[in-house]
């Protein structure tokens, strides 16, 4: 028992975190408060800004109108102007304001082919009732049967519906443009959807569906979730959209790339990273370096030892150097009858490469999987905790409150997670594929130990914490459960912080110095990954509405509403805005911008288990 | 679903004024199949091109005119945006830039400006952008061989060469098409009419 209480503890732990390490006086008050101790440290929260949202079928009309509207309002816009500039520009509201200020109403507009009528003009057509010719199918037709579009283009009816039926089929609905020769205007969306569904309803349904979802298809904060089969639910992130999220559905992934939450890698790590796993291509070369097919039987055969002559199980000898066909009697340097001259010294250093690099990635990959399988292997401890907690609640005991079994646990889920992911990155971060010129060998070696110390910590509690999560502690006397329970708590703590450490030596240390690679990760989540929360559009925005309206009276208040819409800071670019509270982030582009969480999400509490959250919060 | 009306207002149209345009369109067989047209374009005065007369296959869509008419030259012409392989065309309003407004005259008029105004910057074929950026005497002196050896021979005699294979017993729309395919080779086109 006596290594159990070796806690690794690295020189940045603060002192008084350690203190309340070992607990003398048992009583259950002090215990409580320890607990509470334990929670309340686990709340600080790291300075990467988001929140997600579930965006269904039903939420995504109301997902988008709310862009619209604020849009809608600030630019006094019709809706389906709003929609065509959204589109344009990718929804990203604050870009729009960004251009209006850079470019001005009229180009902001024109470039995004938004034209807005002249009523004059307009009365004046509809007055004359002769007959026209239409300029694309060259019949006379009455001026009824003619539209004209809010670019002062008019054609007849039938012509208009024709090509607004080859745009949709052609996947081009989001910007149907004027038939007129080199006219940038977007048409009217309700002069396509009155014309189109005159002639095939089916059409224009499909004509809304494709407005609709430009919401997720054309725009960089909102994504299709990657479950399959597709739970048809979108996410949207607003903030930092370097972030990894669960949906509602249960899949828990990447925001950026997709793919399963992989940090502490990169994107790019992780792409690599599953890329290798899959092909072995490190087996493939040291197969190619270290066989060589027999020239009789085309069988793979191995060298061993030094001798160069070497001989299939079929009986055929060969030379390993050119693998042409020898006999079998040689001395050390020469095979009898046979001389090919190739350079030995050149083929050795290529076979030395490939092990030596087939033996790195092996050592990475078996610690990846390691951790990986132990995951696996702990997930199954979850009902079997439960029943213990079960037997132990039912006891004659003190000890009423096991919460910190289940917290435990998941905070052993999360920092397994962490530490598996962490080997890929280190096989990335210290090998030469992708960093070999940013390091010199000495700052690398520097750094790899430096990263190590904090990684070997983190294994080491890791492991400690999951020992005690498995002990049989429904069968422990009350001290014994004490015991447990203040290791549990002060490892849980202990784990939290060395995650912590390692993601910001990873952004500070290993990836800002970084010249010629940008690498962003997803940032350390002390209470797991994000669970995106179903959207709620508040109808009843009248009172939004008219702050909006105050602000916008100020000169720079319509940037304080950006910030507010989009929870970045976009401060330090206008003039006579606040400052930017943080000092080193805001000239660098090459650093993602970071934001203190105060004010941002909800203390959502997702070291519980789901079933208490969804109790206790809603 | 071609607009059958439209197509023939467009012939009318596109063949009242070709001595001046220097464009002109007729059908491609005698059929009177309206989606295969074939285009003639002269060349314009001042370039390599001057004295050759291009032919244009014009192929119509059945959504055309709300679908860009394929167009693509049948006789040889050495151009950074016109394929020397197979006459593929490099233009804006062959592809997203067209408009139904646009007519096949229009589009032809298009070509014609295009033989005027090369654009190396995007280009069809690679091997004459770089010579065009490159070296520009051999680009002209190059453009100019080839439009009399292709676009002269080709165009002087065609009348007659299709006569002459037509009164030997061949359809004028085969022995059209035949020629245009061995650009213009009289014994190689009544080889090819005779092996079917
Ligand atoms: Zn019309
Ligand atoms: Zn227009
Ligand atoms: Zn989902
Ligand atoms: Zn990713
Ligand atoms: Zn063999
Ligand atoms: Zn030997
Ligand atoms: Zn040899």
Redesign the pocket.
């Known amino acids: 028992m006596a290594e159990e209480e070796d806690y690794a503890s690295s020189s940045d732990m603060e002192e008084e975190d350690m203190s309340g390490f070992y607990l003398s006086d048992r009583e259950e008050d002090v215990l409580e408060e320890t607990v509470l101790q334990g929670l309340e440290s686990q709340c600080e929260e790291d300075c990467h800004w988001s929140v997600s949202s579930v965006i269904t079928k039903e939420s995504l009309l109301a997902a988008q109108k709310e862009d619209l509207r604020k849009v809608m309002e600030l630019l006094a816009l019709s809706e389906q102007h709003a929609r065509t500039l959204l589109i344009y520009y990718r929804w990203d509201v604050e870009r729009i304001f960004e251009l209006l200020e850079q470019k001005g109403k009229e180009r902001l507009f024109s470039e995004a082919g938004v034209t807005i009528i002249d009523k004059n003009r307009a009365t004046d057509l509809l007055n004359s009732s002769q007959s026209v010719n239409c300029n694309i199918c060259f019949e006379d037709v009455s001026q009824n049967a003619v539209t004209e579009m809010d670019c002062g283009h008019s054609y007849c009816n039938d012509c208009w519906t024709e090509h607004f039926i080859v745009k949709i089929n052609d996947g081009q609905s989001r910007r149907i443009r004027c038939m007129a020769p080199k006219c940038n205007a977007v048409c009217d969306e309700a002069i396509v959807r009155t014309l189109v569904s005159a002639r095939h309803p089916d059409i224009a349904d499909r004509f809304d569906r494709f407005l609709l979802e430009s919401y997720i298809e054309d725009n960089n904060k909102v994504k299709w979730c990657p479950s399959i089969p597709h739970c048809g639910n979108a996410i949207r992130v607003e903030g930092d959209i370097c972030c990894e999220v669960e949906c509602t559905c249960g899949i828990q992934f990447c925001f950026s790339c997709l793919s399963e939450a992989h940090s502490p890698c990169s994107c790019q790590m992780w792409e690599l990273w599953t890329k290798k796993c899959q092909d072995e291509s490190e087996t493939v070369n040291w197969m190619t370096v270290n066989t060589k097919p027999?020239p009789?039987?085309h069988?793979p055969?191995e060298k061993n030892g030094g001798c160069n002559l070497v001989a299939?199980?079929?009986?055929?000898a060969f030379c390993w150097l050119c693998g042409g066909a020898t006999g079998r009697d040689h001395t050390w340097s020469n095979i009898a009858g046979h001389s090919c001259g190739r350079f030995k010294e050149d083929i050795a250093k290529r076979t030395e490469r490939a092990r030596r690099d087939l033996y790195r990635y092996m050592h990475y990959h078996n610690r990846y999987k390691a951790h990986t399988d132990s995951l696996n292997q702990e997930s199954n401890l979850k009902e079997s905790i439960q029943e213990k907690i079960s037997v132990s609640e039912s006891k004659q005991s003190k000890i009423k409150d096991y919460s910190w079994v289940t917290n435990g646990l998941y905070r052993l889920f999360r920092s397994r997670r962490v530490l598996s992911y962490s080997y890929p990155f280190a096989f990335y971060m210290f090998g030469d594929e992708l960093f070999k010129d940013e390091m010199t060998p000495q700052e690398r070696d520097l750094k790899q130990n430096l990263f190590e110390d904090q990684q070997q910590q983190l294994e080491a509690n890791v492991e400690k914490l999951s020992m005690f999560l498995e002990k049989e502690f429904q069968t422990f006397s009350d001290d014994e459960v004490m015991h447990t329970m203040s290791h549990v708590i002060n490892l849980s703590d202990v784990v939290d912080k060395l995650c912590k450490q390692m993601y910001q030596c990873i952004e500070n240390e290993l990836l800002y110095p970084l010249q010629r690679a940008t690498h962003n990760i997803a940032p350390y989540k002390s209470k797991g990954l994000e669970r995106a929360t179903e959207l709620s559009v508040c109808w009843d925005s009248d009172q939004s509405l008219r702050s909006m309206k105050n602000n916008n009276e100020g000169s720079c208040a319509r940037w304080d509403l950006t910030v507010n819409v989009n929870g970045r800071h976009s401060g330090s670019r206008f003039p006579g805005s606040s400052s930017s509270d943080e000092s080193g982030c805001s000239s660098s582009t090459r650093k993602r911008p970071r934001r203190d969480v105060a004010g941002g999400a909800a203390p959502f509490d997702l070291n519980m288990p789901p079933e208490v959250i969804d109790n206790g919060r809603y | 679903m071609l607009d059958v009306s439209r197509v023939q207002k467009e012939l009318a149209d596109c063949n009242k004024d070709k001595a001046i345009s220097g464009v002109s369109i007729d059908l491609h067989g005698g059929d009177g199949d309206l989606s295969h047209l074939a285009g003639t374009i002269s060349g314009p005065v001042g370039t390599p091109y001057e004295g050759g007369t291009f032919r244009i296959d014009v192929r119509l869509p059945s959504g055309y005119p709300f679908e860009p008419p394929k167009m693509q030259f049948v006789t040889k012409v050495w151009h950074p945006n016109i394929s020397s392989q197979n006459g593929a065309i490099c233009l804006d309003i062959l592809k997203d830039q067209w408009s139904p407004a646009l007519t096949l005259k229009t589009a032809l008029l298009s070509l014609q400006a295009l033989l005027s105004a090369p654009e190396p910057d995007d280009p069809q074929d690679a091997v004459v952008a770089q010579q065009y950026l490159r070296d520009y005497p051999m680009f002209v002196a190059t453009a100019r061989y080839w439009t009399e050896t292709f676009a002269k021979r080709a165009s002087v005699g065609i009348e007659e060469k299709v006569q002459k294979l037509v009164e030997m017993g061949f359809p004028e729309a085969l022995v059209r098409s035949t020629l245009d395919s061995v650009n213009g080779d009289e014994n190689m086109a009544l080889e090819k009419l005779c092996s079917g």
């Open positions: 027999c009789k039987c069988k055969v299939c199980i079929c009986g055929q």
